[in-house]
């Protein structure tokens, strides 16, 4: 009870001294471009009243709910088809590696030379900055998976299926797990890229506009918005996580 | 006379085995009589772990063959369990999945192998510990599980890997002590890789000794006198001690 009262606690202050440092800094100010914390809050709570927020984000999750689908789906099998087959590996490995490291901003204007301004590109965009990641978490997940696991499932009649669904992926699962959090998170990123990098739409445009009109308590409103939105998120998955292989937490998933 | 080989639970015929350059088996045939326990006793690098895993179908022989009941052995059969030095449990699974792992892969119902798994967990003293997960049992206890599982399968032969070697040594007394009243009872038959010399005096009807370099069986001894005795005067009966110091000085010259 205690320690469950004491991870709240430590979370909230950490929280106050965060937006305390927000605040301070935007009275000293920093810049006068950069709003205190409570004209941000003030912003955000307009935003939300006159319903603008929700019409963004109804725009923003689109690319990012499907590029999320599609990198985890994909993301995962292609890791583990990699993790399992040493050709294979070798084969494509090296395309994810470049996708990692590539500068995506300046490939955009590509992208959207083969897949013009709609969904499509953004879409490319999420899977860009989301795949690599969870690609190569769960194929270096796969292929340290403990021997001798492998062996006791061949040893008790296993079959090749068995041991893949039954001991590989559980396995490797809380690695997956940790890429499939960066692999979101970079998506988040992925997301308000490609709305303002290929067309204001949504939350990027929320953004792109009130800086353009210098109404920049709205700016950090909408930016702050998404990182709570990815926090949520990420929760949530490692909630699945817990719920999904209880005895690979070994400690109290958070909160 | 042919009944020595219908005695045999398991014989192994002129096995070679190489990594590589490495000549870790050399001929090496062994017969391992049913309803015994049977040590392999030898120093590190003597390829003991290797002719277990030869006979589990773990690892295949470059040559010659194992023969479990008669039939020759080409990969893991229903007809043998193994029990691992690490333990090889599931850390995502709860103690009594864990048990019934090896009949859930064998396709029994959920509720028919959970009853099997929950009477070799009373029988391993496991009772009250079934939704434990691994990281929550002591290593003795992990074992345990290890134990279960290779007992619920109901195979005719145990393989064991240095199933002890990992626990602390007031648990490993418990578990040999244990194993005496296993063997009794069960009518298996076991084959166990150890590379102690007390251990493998004190649990076996059969020690075979395994030299390295290549690897042969340079000696079989079975021990006589105090196999029908109390668990508690084995440790003190002359003949075990007479042959832990026999079995030392064979050894000793291998050992760096």
């Known amino acids: 009870m205690f320690t469950r009262h004491r991870a709240v606690i430590l979370k909230l202050c950490s929280a106050i001294f965060m937006f305390g440092a927000w605040e301070i800094a935007g009275r000293i100010p920093v810049s006068f471009a950069f709003p205190t914390f409570f004209e941000s809050l003030a912003a955000f709570w307009v935003l939300i009243m006159d319903g603008s927020m929700f019409r963004a984000y109804a725009e923003t999750l689109k690319p990012l709910v499907i590029g999320v689908l599609i990198s985890g789906f994909f993301g995962i099998a292609i890791g583990l088809w990699i993790g399992l087959n040493r050709a294979f590996d070798w084969l494509v490995s090296p395309i994810f590696v470049v996708m990692q ?5 300046a490939l955009i204007p590509l992208l959207v030379m083969a ?13 860009i900055m989301a795949m690599p990641v969870i690609v190569l978490n769960t194929a270096g997940a796969v292929r340290n998976t403990s021997v001798s696991l492998i062996e006791m499932g061949k040893a008790f009649l296993g079959t090749r299926r068995d041991i893949i669904l039954k001991i590989i992926l559980p396995s490797a699962s809380p690695v997956i797990f940790a890429g499939l959090r960066l692999g979101v998170s970079a998506g988040f990123i992925g997301a308000i890229l490609a709305e303002l990098k290929i067309t204001p739409t949504g939350v990027g445009d929320i953004i792109s506009y009130s800086r353009s009109i210098a109404d920049y308590p709205s700016m950090y409103a909408a930016i702050a918005s998404i990182i709570v939105l990815a926090v949520l998120f990420l929760n949530l998955l490692e909630r699945l996580e817990g719920f999904l292989f209880k005895g690979n937490r070994k400690t109290l998933v958070s909160d | 006379m042919n009944t020595t080989i219908t005695e045999n639970a398991v014989a192994v015929r002129n096995v070679y085995k190489n990594y590589g350059d490495v000549e870790a088996l050399r001929d090496l045939s062994l017969d391992f009589p049913k309803g015994q326990l049977t040590s392999l ?9 290797t002719l277990l895993k030869i006979i589990a179908g773990l690892l295949p022989a470059n040559s010659g063959e194992v023969l479990v009941n008669g039939q020759p052995v080409s990969g893991p059969g229903p007809d043998r369990a193994f029990v691992f030095q ?20 064998r396709g029994v119902a959920k509720s028919e192998r959970e009853a099997v798994a929950e009477k070799y967990i009373a ?5 009250g510990f079934e939704n434990s997960y691994p990281h929550e049992l002591s290593g003795g206890m992990r074992q345990r599980v290890g134990l279960a599982r290779a007992l619920s399968v109901n195979a005719e032969v145990l393989l064991m890997d240095e199933p002890f070697s990992a626990v602390d040594e007031q648990t490993r007394r418990k578990f040999q002590e244990d194993l005496l009243g296993l063997v009794q009872n069960e009518n298996k038959t076991f084959l166990f890789v150890t590379h102690s010399i007390e251990e493998a005096v004190y649990v076996s009807d059969q020690v075979a000794i395994l030299l390295p370099r290549p690897s042969r069986v340079s000696e079989i ?3 006589q006198g105090f196999r029908n005795k109390d668990v508690d005067s084995i440790r003190r009966d002359p003949e ?6 026999k079995i030392w000085a064979s050894l ?3 050992v760096e």
Do not use: H, Q
């Open chain 1, 101 to 105: 490291t590539a500068p995506l901003a």
């Open chain 2, 221 to 223: 001894i079975r021990p």
């Open chain 1, 115 to 127: 897949y013009g301004i709609g969904l499509t590109s953004k879409v490319f965009v999420v899977c």
């Open chain 2, 86 to 105: 690490d333990f090889a449990l599931m850390p995502w699974a709860s103690t009594i999945r864990n048990v019934a792992f090896g009949l859930e892969l």
């Open chain 2, 252 to 254: 000793r010259s291998y």
């Open chain 2, 240 to 245: 075990y001690l007479d042959l832990v110091d």
């Open chain 2, 41 to 49: 006793l030898g120093p590190s690098g003597c390829g003991k772990t």
């Open chain 2, 123 to 127: 029988a391993v003293g496991l009772k």
